[in-house]
C-alpha cells in the first residue's frame, strides 16, 4: 500500500452525469426567470382583467403567487434529483442542488427584471377607469 487513498464517497459519479446536473442547472435560470415573469404577468393581467369599474383586483390573482410557487417547488425537486443521481454523498447533492437553485432563482429574478422594467409585479392603475 502507498498510503493514498482514495474516498469513493466524494464527487462526481462520473462526468458525464456532471455534465447533465450542470445543463440543468443552467436551464434553471430559464425556468427562474419564467416563473418570476409569471409573477408579473399574472398581476398584470389581474390589473386588465379586474372588476368593471377597475375598483377591486381580479379575485383569481392568487394564481400568480401558486405559479410562482409551484414552479420553484418543481425546479428544487428536479436538481436535488439530478444532483444526488451525479453525486455521490447525499449531503453534498443536497447542497450543490441547493446552492444551484438560489443562483438559478436570482438571476432570473434579475432577467425578469430586466425585461418588465424593473416592475416585479404589475403596477395597480391609480384611477378608475373610465371608457
Known amino acids: 500500500?502507498?498510503?493514498a487513498t482514495t474516498d469513493d464517497r466524494v464527487g462526481w459519479t462520473s462526468a458525464g452525469r456532471a455534465a447533465v446536473y450542470w445543463v440543468l442547472a443552467g436551464i434553471?435560470?430559464?425556468?427562474?426567470a419564467a416563473?418570476?415573469?409569471?409573477l408579473y404577468l399574472m398581476t398584470e393581467e389581474a390589473t386588465r382583467g379586474a372588476?368593471?369599474?377597475?375598483?377591486?383586483?381580479?379575485?383569481?390573482?392568487?394564481?400568480?403567487f401558486g405559479g410562482l410557487l409551484l414552479g420553484h417547488v418543481v425546479g428544487l425537486v428536479v436538481l436535488v434529483l439530478a444532483a444526488r443521481w451525479a453525486r455521490r454523498d447525499p449531503r453534498s447533492a443536497v447542497?450543490?442542488?441547493g446552492v444551484a437553485f438560489v443562483?438559478?432563482?436570482?438571476?432570473?429574478?434579475v432577467?425578469?427584471?430586466?425585461?418588465?422594467g424593473g416592475a416585479l409585479v404589475a403596477p395597480w392603475?391609480?384611477?378608475?377607469?373610465?371608457?
Not at 416563473?35 to 409569471?38: A, K, N, V
Not at 443562483?103 to 429574478?109: C, E, F, T, V
Not at 392603475?125 to 371608457?131: A, K, L, M, S, V
Open 95 to 97: 447542497r450543490f442542488a
Open 103 to 109: 443562483a438559478d432563482s436570482l438571476l432570473g429574478l
Open 35 to 38: 416563473t418570476w415573469l409569471f
Open 51 to 64: 372588476t368593471p369599474d377597475r375598483s377591486g383586483p381580479n379575485p383569481d390573482s392568487g394564481i400568480a
Open 125 to 131: 392603475p391609480q384611477q378608475p377607469y373610465e371608457p
Open 28 to 32: 434553471g435560470v430559464l425556468g427562474g
Open 1 to 3: 500500500m502507498t498510503g
Open 111 to 116: 432577467l425578469s427584471l430586466l425585461l418588465t
